[in-house]
């Protein structure tokens, strides 16, 4: 072995193990779909996107492994229904099918994540430690209505909205919120508080 490479092998071994080490993954590409079936690594590149619907047009974004499954829509429209989300934010893997039924999508590649302690999240999926810090937190809809789920290291499973005079919904919930619990919320915009 060759002495650079000896000194590369121990520089690893050393920053791994003093955690300067860091995992860089692949950024996606920031694209337009039009309504059909696509393949995440064939047709879109793998990565963080913030998908919103374009040309006025609103309809159905699902995926095969089920946990995509959202309305793209302009929730301000008059349509009978708060269900509609402008965006929605989540990480695509490589092999996975999605959908698009009914409307085209911008595809924003996101390039930065900060965790936050307190403030206003739209639908999405969220990992907690690299979108929001850890803590206790008061969950509150602030428009439009749907789930509050969580996964790994915690359980939520919340039907939320702003107006619970229905009984359907609730209008806040209090968690406590674990580095490495992924949150996803299919109302249009929540805030989180810190307690």
């Known amino acids: 072995m060759k002495l650079r490479q000896l000194f590369l ?9 003093f955690g300067m080490m860091t995992v860089v993954t692949a950024a996606g590409k920031t694209t337009d779909l039009t309504a059909g079936d696509y393949t995440v690594g064939t047709d879109i590149k793998p990565g963080r996107y913030i998908v919103t619907p374009t040309n006025g047009t609103s309809g159905n974004f ?8 959202v309305v793209l829509g302009n ?10 989300v402008s965006s929605y934010t989540l990480d695509l893997k490589k ?10 999508a911008h595809f ?12 206003d999240l739209h639908a999405g999926v969220y990992k907690v ?5 850890p803590g206790k937190y008061k969950i ?3 428009q439009g209505s749907g789930n509050l789920v969580s996964t790994k290291k915690g359980f939520i499973n919340e039907m939320m909205g702003t107006d619970s005079q229905d009984g359907m919904y609730v209008q806040s919930y209090n968690t406590k919120l674990r580095k ?5 919320t299919t109302l249009e915009l929540i805030k989180l508080e810190r307690r």
């Open 75 to 84: 929730p301000n429209a008059d349509m009978g229904t708060d269900m509609y």
């Open 62 to 69: 699902t995926s095969s492994t089920g946990d995509i499954n």
């Open 95 to 104: 092999k996975v099918n999605i959908s698009l039924s009914g409307v085209t």
């Open 108 to 119: 924003e590649a996101v390039t930065k994540r900060k965790a936050i302690k307190s403030g």
């Open 180 to 184: 490495g619990q992924v949150i996803m």
């Open 129 to 133: 430690g690299k979108d929001i810090k």
């Open 9 to 17: 092998i121990i520089l690893a071994f050393g920053a791994a193990a």
């Open 140 to 142: 509150t809809a602030v």
